[in-house]
């Protein structure tokens, strides 16, 4: 039996017989036909079912003839979209482009391009006038023949991150989650060598035993809107090493934090964290904890060797790059007034670039699409300024709030391509890794500080074996919530999401591997993590990371970084990173 045909038999539940041959047979070849997989045919008759009926339905041989015509219709759509595209200039995208507010509804009182996108799909293949932005083929300026620094990114192909979302399952959610756990119980065994095996937090023992699990918090126990507290702590184990169970959790009242960070006086928990504790279950239906083993530190980048030519200076911004009155955007403007002054060898922008929670967009108060925003405020403002410096290159990182994306999920693909045609201007997923003349950088638009800041529950407990580290850093609850990143290895380590703040994430659990901050547990952190976020403005040293905070460009500040090449010592002794101010 052929993959396509068992895969087919798999999906409808039934046997390769004489009895379903004619179903299995019609299945197969609709799959031939549209070059579709059975598991894309189910989700196509998933989604045409739920439509009409409001739940799914059986599959039966009556069927075939509406998903063929669905197919078609799909097929047809697409087709039109791409001629639409290639007949009409400046196209609506992300998610607005199918909004009543700019597609198909009254253009009465619209000008510019903004009338032309909000005529019915027929109307534009009459070819109306449209002012272009002018991009790749009217752009006359210098293109550098070498940049100032190497960049290296990400190897993968776009079209790996553009994955489809709201597709996963619930294994798929399952397995990712294990995956986290397993990895961190290899993890725990690696770091303390004295822990055997690990063990099982449901199973009654009356030895302690080092468990590795997540923290989750009761509902139940909590109340809607309560924080993480002593009485709602759950541990979740993988199935693995606890047969994926549930199990209340209790933290003894001599506690002991052991392997931290000395001078913090304890250990900071949220939903989702993953810990390791040692302690053991005496049958009462929940596992006590006497000692919370700290998560390992990622290990510092060895040293780089002194290379004067390695040496380069960067800008780092954040968005909103426009206040919430008016799309002026005055704040970025200034901003590139201060490029095209100062050169620096790299710019590094986070968007959002066009907010889709901005009053004018979310109102549809606007003379132009979307694209043809981003493009004349944004692309054609940093060739301008590539044309005065043009060994300078420019990083681009998307935000779920960006309208200009069509991909608004955590984690999130880079902007399309046909956005920019100047191999200066880098477009970067979200989050990213890249290194810059062998210096590393991590990189993330979510405001995961804040999200943590709300979700922290900090547990003292008496230090044991403690790590020494900077005395600046150890008591200072922003180093604290950078160094959670840093240990938990992702740049979203909440889970699930808080649900007052869910609609700046739209997390994607399934893909949560693009998230981590190391391509594995035991890599180096990162030499520089850029976390903007809306608590105040900082640049220090975590661990042996430089963090940084550039808050918004809308409260007026940005970070000017330094790289010095030439020296000795980690890369986090040659980093000078500062706060700047908007003139």
């Known amino acids: 039996m052929s993959s396509l045909r068992s895969d087919v038999c798999e999906w409808l539940g039934a046997a390769d017989s004489e009895e379903h041959l004619g179903l299995i047979n019609e299945c197969v070849t609709i799959c031939q036909m549209y070059n579709l997989t059975a598991k894309d045919l189910q989700y196509k008759w998933e989604a045409l079912s739920y439509g009409k009926a409001q739940r799914i339905l ?70 109306m006038a449209i002012v272009p932005v002018k991009l790749e083929q009217d752009f006359d300026g210098p293109i550098a023949s070498s940049s100032r620094v190497t960049f290296v990114g990400q190897k993968e192909a776009r079209k790996n991150r553009a994955y489809r979302y709201m597709y996963e399952t619930l294994g798929e959610r399952s397995d990712t989650l294990d995956a986290q756990l397993d990895g961190f119980g290899e ?60 199990v209340p959790l209790q933290l003894a009242q001599d506690l002991k934090i052991r392997g931290g960070y000395k001078g913090l006086g304890g250990v900071g928990l949220f939903p989702g964290a993953v810990v390791a504790l040692k302690g053991r279950n005496g049958g009462g239906g929940y596992f006590i904890a006497s000692e919370i083993m700290a998560i390992p530190p990622m290990p510092a980048s060895p040293t780089p060797p002194s290379n004067a030519a390695a040496s380069f ?13 008016n799309l002026d955007y005055k704040p970025w403007r200034s901003l590139i007034v201060h490029l095209k002054a100062s050169k620096p060898a790299v710019v590094l922008l986070l968007g959002p670039f066009v907010d889709a929670t ?106 044991v074996d403690s790590i020494v580290c900077e005395p600046g850093a150890a008591s200072d609850p922003m180093s604290n919530l950078s160094r959670y990143i840093l240990q938990q290895r992702s740049f979203y380590p909440i889970f699930p999401v808080p649900l007052d703040v869910a609609h700046e994430v739209n997390l994607d659990v399934s893909h949560s591997a693009e998230l981590r901050v190391a391509e594995s547990p035991d890599d180096p952190g990162p030499d520089v993590l850029v976390l903007p976020s809306r608590l105040k403005h900082f640049s220090k040293v975590v661990d042996s990371s430089v963090v940084v905070n550039p808050s918004y ?21 040659r980093i000078s990173a500062d706060i700047a101010r908007l003139s």
Not at 395 to 400: A, K, N, R, Y
């Open 58 to 127: 059986r599959f039966t041989c009556e069927s075939a003839a509406d998903m063929k015509a669905q197919i078609q219709r799909e097929i047809q759509a697409k087709n039109a979209s791409n001629m639409s595209k290639s007949t009409a200039t400046g196209p609506v995208r992300g998610r607005l482009a199918n909004s009543a507010k700019f597609v198909g509804v009254n253009a009465k009182g619209l000008t510019g391009p903004l009338k032309a996108a909000a005529q019915p799909p027929k109307a534009l293949f009459g070819g």
């Open 313 to 325: 200076d960067m800008c780092i911004a954040c968005g909103p790059f426009t206040p919430d009155a």
């Open 187 to 246: 993890l725990v065994l690696k770091h303390y060598q004295d822990v055997g095996q690990l063990g099982h937090p449901g199973v009654f023992s009356e030895e302690s035993c080092v468990v590795v699990g997540r923290i989750v918090i009761d509902a139940d126990a909590s109340g809607p809107g309560v924080k993480l507290n002593d009485q709602s702590l759950i541990l979740e184990s993988s199935r693995s090493h606890g047969d994926g169970l549930r």
């Open 358 to 463: 901005h009053a004018h967009i979310h109102d549809g108060i606007v003379d132009e699409t979307p694209s043809d925003i981003f493009k004349h405020q944004f692309i054609v403002p940093l060739r301008d300024f590539l044309s005065q410096s043009p060994t300078s290159t420019v990083l681009l990182v998307p935000s779920v709030n960006d309208i200009v994306s069509d991909h608004a999920v955590f984690p999130q693909c880079e902007l399309d391509d046909e956005f920019c045609g100047d191999p200066r201007i880098r477009l970067l997923p979200n989050p990213a890794r890249f290194s810059l003349n062998g210096i590393c950088f991590a990189v993330c638009s979510v405001d995961v500080l804040y999200h943590l800041r709300k979700e922290e529950y900090f547990r003292r407990g008496e230090e």
């Open 553 to 573: 460009l809308t409260k007026g500040t940005y970070t000017t970084l330094s790289y010095s090449g030439q020296g000795t010592g980690f890369p986090k002794d």
